[in-house]
């Protein structure tokens, strides 16, 4: 974030974005005292200085003085903007969630589906596992809630907030592919090692990025249906995958792509997306 509004992130956060954010409100704010907050919900915190401004996973958690916290969670369409007294925003007012005005700063929380006030900051993220950034990571632990998760696949493993949170679907495509992994092998096919390897190679991706600016980042398959695997040439392809419908880009020659393994192939209830964007089965208008 900066004091021209942008926000730390695009509107699809992953656990770095949250960091990112973080960082930012940190930087800006931590430390200040509230002099106005809306909606009414969060008139409590006027008066309160801000102690801490925590990420977990995709959640971020602001620690108030006189033991009271601000949950907020940003999904698909959150994010947390910063603004001089007096400038304009970026959004309109009706899409704010958060509105907490400090000196000379006011900090704007646009279309989070999650924001409450809480007493115990850690209960909205107590059933999450243990977040890929932090040092030391608890890969043991992440490695134990894999093998009594039910997610069916590689790909909505990874997506498993109750496993390990931070990964989003950015990332997911991301490991698979350094690791040369095919999204729809299910979760048991792996053996431990290559668990660990996988959850790290995730790691090490978004660790990089949290020190590279969003519209610097470069994907190998992410965002590039149609376009060359940077392996191998092969075009990159895009599937939906799981109940949500995820989209997920994998290169079909270096990942594989075992279409009778799938659960997801089109005559399945699943829905396949052709390299040019197009559903399969549909027709060109």
């Not at 730390?8 to 931590?30: S, V």
């Not at 409590?44 to 916290?69: D, I, Y």
Request: proline share 6%; hydrophobic share 35%.
């Amino acid at each position: 974030m900066s004091s021209s509004g942008r926000s730390a992130g695009p509107c699809l956060p992953e656990g770095d974005t949250i960091w990112r954010t973080a960082a930012a409100l940190r930087q800006r704010i931590g430390g200040k005292v509230v002099s106005d907050a809306r909606p009414h919900a969060l008139a409590r915190l006027r008066g309160r200085r801000l102690e801490s401004v925590e990420p977990t996973g995709k959640h971020l958690v602001m620690q108030f003085e006189g033991g009271l916290a601000l949950h907020s969670h940003m999904r698909m369409t959150g994010s947390w903007h910063l603004y001089r007294t007096g400038e304009r925003w970026r959004q309109p007012e009706r899409r704010a969630t958060a509105v907490l005005t400090f000196d000379e700063v006011v900090a704007v929380c646009f279309a989070a589906p999650v924001m409450e006030l809480v007493v115990d900051a850690g209960r909205p993220v107590a059933h999450l596992g243990p977040d890929i950034l932090v040092d030391p990571f608890e890969l043991d632990e992440v490695i134990r809630r894999a093998r009594h998760s039910e997610a069916p696949t590689l790909g909505e493993l990874l997506l498993e907030q109750r496993v390990c949170a931070g990964i989003g679907n950015i990332y997911k495509c991301e490991a698979l592919w350094a690791l040369r992994l095919d999204a729809w092998m299910p979760s048991a096919n792996l053996d431990d090692e290559r668990l660990r390897h996988l959850y790290l190679a995730a790691r090490d991706l978004m660790r990089r990025n949290l020190l590279t600016p969003i519209a610097r980042q470069r994907h190998a398959v992410h965002g590039r249906s149609g376009r060359p695997c940077p392996r191998c040439g092969t075009p990159i392809r895009i599937r939906a995958q799981g109940q949500q419908a995820r989209l997920t880009y994998f290169c079909p020659r270096c990942q594989g792509e075992h279409l009778s393994a799938h659960p997801d192939r089109p005559q399945q209830g699943g829905r396949e997306i052709f390299s040019n964007g197009r559903r399969s089965g549909s027709r060109r208008r």
